[in-house]
């Protein structure tokens, strides 16, 4: 086999980056102390990611950034400061979430290599092409996909010149990536930001099944799965681990790094996974690569599964025998961490030293020698002027080490300027300094030009076409449509996530009702983007609004206007322009996350509309396995088609601090959890009116729980009037939606 597959490693700290390099890992993933998705990891310093740059290539090991975070306006700058040294500093890609880091590094840094993060929720074809045309050079397959759809997808990117990864080992989320907003709602930490409390693994009252964690997904791990990956075309091989230690970190790679070589060797695998049993696990899956959603993914213990793994493995049953196991596992453990321990403890990360050494004589060039690192690798450089004498001011040992004191270069530290060989009373134009600086930073560079910084210029504020802003509508039942004679509204419906094939009646429906305007969601895979697409070829519509990019790619390509719904996470000015210079995009929803300072001095391009959803359930998380399965219990043993096509099962789940939570399953949906209140914000109204387009209401009865149906008509009649300034229809609101919150509007990300 010629095909290099990649072994990526997670490198939370420093010496777990070490461990991933000592074991073997091809590339390593790392974030430093802000604008990354594990703000729990120790994480990184600058000079720190400068040393790790040195110590990995020297290894062949390649380093990838996460950046994998909605950016929020105030942080443009920072960002570009940030991408502004990246640059020059060897970094082999960066993992990136926020559409508006795309449209930056295409424009003022094309150097950086972008890879689109699990984040990004990528499932379909439209979703690569999407990804590709804004300038991601990588994509990470959704952890959901199995092994067919991944086939597919690598093979798509690889026409378009991207290259795939896929989650091989680790913990797996139980919601789509970028689609969990459960800790954001709960307890006011984003996931879109790296602040995930991780609330699929909170304890719940026990559930009618028996179950006290509900939904804790077991450890994802396809160490068996290789072939399979392999056939696949799948470019790297991802183990996540951030938050984890460098113990973990050295016994994961080292494992799959034996099993990798052994198969490219032997076209063979090991049959001993031992070592990922003795470190941190949850126990293991690989359901969802296999297609097999079976309840047992589930596993009723969020903690540290290995030592129950080695009591079940001996058989051990009496007192004496599982402390012998529990002993000989610990033994096994301290082993391993011994001979990390050995095999880093004399790598290191420190600057290198830098001795610079000035020599020069009258009517000669001025000589500097630097002398690098331990080993005293030395480099001359001489300039084209020569010493004249100093009519004014000499050029001194003083005026040197001013000029030459930083080379913008981390990977050194000047431990020593010697002037000595340098006669008295001399002078050098400035500009001959400049130029011999300019030579040493090059060749201190690894003789690569370095970058200037980019100054990027504050964007424009542009108005809005109208002075007014008018009320949007969303509804998901055909019944519904009758709405559309009670107002002027534009009225969206909501599409299904799945779809019988070949079925008209969504196209139908929409056909039939010119008014309805569609409504794509967030998550669609294989059939059920391609039966999406066929219904915008069937329909044709004026326009369109997309939670799903590669809807958003198929309109662009289309002609068709689309507008950027709440589930693409939008924050910033730069994600807007991304959507509309790339894609053609008309207007966009700006996420319900970020608060009113967050979002005021958001800027829209040219003829460009901003909306924002006022009154919604508010979800917290998609998942396409069941819920049901660990709460209320399902008589099918395994998740299929048929059962997103027809459950409509309903539940509520209560955590042990008293907050409950509703399941919802819709017809051609996948189960998702709700919070008990709905979202209703009017002080946006109040605070920001002039900065959007249109406010929207979701009249869908998704998501409600047993709350009672409201009056839609009633509804619309009032929002409208308020939205016109009614005081009144406000209080009205408030009487009818009791059970309400802005609360992510007030604490904002």
């Known amino acids: 086999m010629n095909r290099k597959i990649e072994l990526l490693a997670p490198g939370g700290d420093v010496e777990a980056i070490k461990a991933a390099v000592i074991a073997g890992a091809n590339a390593v993933y790392c974030g430093l102390d802000n604008f990354n998705a594990r703000n729990r990891a120790s994480n990184l310093t600058f000079d720190d ?5 040195r110590l990995t290539h020297k290894y062949d090991c390649d380093v990838f950034l996460t950046l994998n975070v909605v950016i929020l306006e105030y942080e443009i700058p920072s960002l570009i400061k940030l991408l502004n040294k990246l640059v020059n500093s060897g970094i082999d890609g960066i993992i990136v979430q926020d559409l508006g880091i795309f449209n930056l590094v295409k424009k003022y840094f094309p150097s950086l290599n972008i890879h689109a993060s699990t984040q990004l929720t990528t499932l379909n074809e439209g979703q ?22 991944m086939k597919s997808l690598s093979a798509l990117a690889h026409k378009h010149n991207v290259l795939t990864e896929v989650f091989v080992h680790g913990a797996l989320c139980i919601a789509f990536s970028g689609q969990c907003y459960s800790s954001s709602v709960s307890v006011g930490n984003s996931g879109n930001r790296g602040s995930c409390s991780q609330a699929c693994r909170d304890e719940y009252e026990i559930t009618a099944t028996g179950n006290r964690f509900p939904l804790n997904l077991k450890d994802n791990s396809a160490y068996f799965d290789l072939p399979e990956l392999v056939d696949a075309q799948v470019d790297s091989l991802k183990i996540e681990g951030r938050i984890k230690n460098a113990h973990y970190v050295y016994t994961v ?20 996974n031992s070592n990922l049993h003795r470190v941190f696990n949850r126990d293991f899956t690989n359901s969802f690569l296999q297609g097999d959603l079976t309840k047992d993914m589930f596993i009723d213990n969020p903690r540290d599964h290995s030592i129950q793994h080695a009591i079940e493995k001996s058989h051990a049953v009496l007192v004496e025998d599982i402390q012998k196991v529990k002993h000989e596992l610990y033994t096994r453990k301290n082993e391993l961490g011994a001979e990390l321990a050995e095999k880093i403890k004399y790598i290191s990360i420190a600057k290198q030293p830098l001795a610079l050494t000035f020599t020069g004589k009258l009517n000669e060039a001025l000589c500097l020698t630097m002398t690098i690192g331990d080993d005293d690798k030395l480099h001359s450089l001489k300039t084209e002027l020569k010493l004249k004498p100093a009519n004014q001011s000499a050029i001194n040992q003083a005026t040197l080490e001013k000029r030459f004191k930083n080379f913008a270069n981390n990977d050194y530290t000047i431990e020593g300027f010697d002037c000595d060989g340098l006669d008295d009373d001399l002078s050098i134009p400035f500009k001959a300094l400049t130029a011999l600086k300019n030579q040493a930073t090059f060749l201190l560079n690894n003789s690569v030009e370095v970058i200037p910084f ?61 008014r309805l305007i569609p409504w794509f969601p967030a998550v669609l895979i294989g059939n059920d983007y391609d039966e999406s697409v066929r219904i915008l070829e069937q329909v044709l519509p004026d326009r369109i609004v997309s939670n799903n990019t590669g809807i958003a790619y198929k309109a662009f390509e289309m002609g068709i206007e689309w507008i950027a719904g709440p589930f693409l996470n939008t924050t910033n000015s730069y994600a807007l322009l991304t959507l509309k210079e790339e894609l053609n995009c008309a207007g966009a929803f700006i996420s319900n996350e970020i608060n009113r300072m967050q979002i005021k001095n958001i800027r829209r391009p040219d003829n460009f509309k901003l909306l924002y959803s006022i009154y919604h359930p508010i979800l917290m998380m998609t998942s396409r396995q069941c819920f049901f399965q660990q709460t209320v219990g399902c008589k099918k043993s395994s998740i299929d088609d048929k059962c997103m096509l027809t459950c409509t099962k309903a539940t509520t789940i209560k955590n042990i601090k008293g907050v409950s939570f509703n399941i919802d399953k819709q017809k051609g949906g996948y189960p998702s959890i709700y919070n008990h209140e709905q979202f209703l914000n009017f002080d946006i109204v109040n605070d920001l009116a002039d900065l959007f387009d249109e406010f929207f209401i979701d009249l869908t009865n998704i998501g409600t729980g047993s709350k009672a149906e409201q009056d839609k008509a009633q509804l619309i009649t009032l929002f409208e009037n308020f939205l016109s300034g009614d005081d009144q229809a406000q209080q009205k609101l408030n009487n009818l939606i009791i059970v309400s919150t802005n609360a992510q509007y007030s604490q904002g990300l």
Do not use: M
């Open 128 to 149: 690569i092409l999407f990804l590709a045309k804004i300038g991601a050079s990588r994509v990470n397959l959704s952890r959901e996909l199995n092994i067919n759809e």
């Open 454 to 514: 980019v100054e990027v210029s504050t964007l424009e504020k542009k108005n809005k076409s109208s002075s007014k802003h008018s009320l949007s509508i969303l509804i998901a039942d055909e019944k519904d449509s009758q709405l559309c004679d009670l107002t002027d509204a534009d009225v969206y419906f909501k599409l299904p996530e799945s779809f019988k094939k070949g079925s008209n009646k969504y196209i139908d429906i929409l056909l039939n009702n010119p």
């Open 49 to 53: 990611l400068s040393g790790i740059l």
């Open 253 to 272: 790679v080292d494992t799959w790094r034996k099993q990798v070589d052994e198969f490219v060797e032997s076209g063979k695998l090991l049959a001993d």
